[in-house]
């Protein structure tokens, strides 16, 4: 018997009626005080308090008031015989003055002076960064443009919302043996912010709840885990154009992929797709969520 979940999603053998009073027995979980230990069994989900996420978001403790150059030398040496190369952010040579020369100034950033990023070791006029970094979020991160480097804690613009997940007894395609993970996000209609495209216009919300899945096993909540970071972070969501609808000034998915069909995969947003959860991992660590930041 195959029933029709309120969401559009079909469930395989559930009679009328029996499936409501099955998820009144299933934890609604959230991310608060999510801890990895505590998904250790592979046939549970932890049962948590429900997350809510408002404000403006997350800025690092140890950068919170400091300005942008401040920010920037924290991550950078300062070069005193740049090669003659050009500068990727500005396209002026890096032996030149930047070209935010007369357009951005800040005390005691010349701009001539040239820094390299500590780790991966790519260079920019110190002028061009604080340009940058003062264009973003302001949060403390910086993000190597050529490299995609993500030094400090990358956070995201998602508007506030609530993210719960809960075991559902039944399997996905690709994973017989496994109970499925269901993650449900659900942002309303809202004001943007001042790190939104448009701050003080209404941001729509299109087909919220949105329901996804992922298998419960030990690569699937290792997922979870690093989507709880990532929503934590305001990285999972943003506000912008719909590729689907071409609607602006409306809440989208954010780089991160996730899957949204649950039994099949017409659409390419369900299972079977066996790289799937590699995938997802790589775009998670390339927004700087790896295991060590799930764990912190």
Same mark, same amino acid.
């Given at each position: 018997?195959?029933?029709?979940?309120?969401? $559009?999603?079909?469930? %395989?053998?559930?009679?009328? +009626?029996? *499936?409501?009073?099955?998820?009144? =027995?299933?934890? #609604? @979980? &959230?991310?608060?005080?999510?801890?990895?230990?505590?998904?250790?069994?592979?046939?549970?989900?932890?049962?948590?308090?429900?997350?809510?996420?408002?404000?403006?978001?997350?800025?690092?403790?140890?950068?919170?008031?400091?300005?942008?150059?401040?920010?920037?030398?924290?991550?950078?040496?300062?070069?005193?015989?740049?090669?003659?190369?050009?500068?990727?952010?500005?396209?002026?040579?890096?032996?030149?003055?930047? $070209?935010?020369?007369? %357009?951005?100034?800040?005390? +005691?950033? *010349?701009?001539?002076?040239?820094? =390299?990023?500590? #780790? @991966? &070791?790519?260079?920019?006029?110190?002028?061009?960064?604080?340009?940058?970094?003062?264009?973003?979020?302001?949060?403390?991160?910086?993000?190597?443009?050529?490299?995609?480097?993500?030094?400090?804690?990358?956070?995201?613009?998602?508007?506030?919302?609530?993210?719960?997940?809960?075991?559902?007894?039944?399997?996905?395609?690709?994973?017989?043996?496994?109970?499925?993970?269901?993650?449900?996000?659900?942002?309303?209609? $809202?004001?943007?912010?001042?790190?939104?495209?448009?701050?003080?216009?209404?941001?729509?919300?299109?087909?919220?709840? #949105?329901?996804?899945?992922?298998?419960?096993?030990?690569?699937?909540?290792?997922?979870?885990?690093?989507?709880?970071?990532?929503?934590?972070?305001?990285?999972?969501?943003?506000?912008?154009?719909?590729?689907?609808?071409?609607?602006?000034?409306?809440?989208?998915?954010?780089?991160?992929?996730?899957?949204?069909?649950?039994?099949?995969?017409?659409?390419?947003?369900?299972?079977?797709?066996?790289?799937?959860?590699?995938?997802?991992?790589?775009?998670?660590?390339?927004?700087?969520?790896?295991?060590?930041?799930?764990?912190?």
């Amino acid at each position: 018997m195959v029933v029709e979940d309120t969401d $559009g999603h079909k469930e %395989v053998g559930v009679r009328p +009626g029996a *499936r409501d009073r099955r998820q009144a =027995r299933v934890p #609604r @979980c &959230g991310v608060r005080g999510w801890s990895p230990a505590a998904a250790s069994s592979p046939r549970s989900v932890p049962a948590l308090p429900v997350k809510n996420l408002n404000g403006t978001g997350p800025v690092h403790p140890a950068l919170a008031g400091k300005n942008p150059e401040d920010v920037v030398r924290r991550y950078m040496q300062k070069v005193k015989n740049p090669p003659d190369e050009d500068c990727t952010i500005c396209m002026e040579r890096l032996v030149t003055a930047s $070209g935010y020369e007369g %357009v951005l100034r800040h005390k +005691g950033v *010349r701009p001539e002076l040239v820094g =390299r990023l500590g #780790r @991966c &070791g790519h260079m920019y006029h110190l002028l061009c960064l604080v340009a940058m970094y003062s264009n973003g979020n302001k949060d403390g991160s910086l993000q190597c443009p050529t490299c995609k480097a993500i030094y400090g804690e990358k956070t995201g613009t998602q508007p506030p919302g609530k993210m719960e997940f809960h075991l559902i007894p039944h399997s996905l395609p690709g994973f017989a043996d496994t109970q499925t993970i269901r993650i449900v996000y659900d942002i309303p209609t $809202g004001i943007q912010g001042p790190e939104h495209p448009n701050p003080g216009k209404k941001f729509t919300a299109r087909g919220f709840p #949105r329901h996804c899945y992922l298998p419960n096993n030990e690569k699937g909540r290792k997922v979870l885990r690093r989507l709880i970071t990532a929503w934590e972070r305001r990285l999972i969501f943003t506000i912008g154009t719909s590729n689907t609808t071409g609607e602006s000034d409306t809440v989208v998915w954010n780089e991160i992929h996730h899957k949204t069909e649950f039994g099949s995969n017409l659409t390419g947003h369900g299972y079977p797709d066996a790289s799937y959860l590699d995938n997802v991992l790589a775009e998670l660590a390339a927004q700087g969520v790896s295991e060590a930041a799930a764990k912190a």
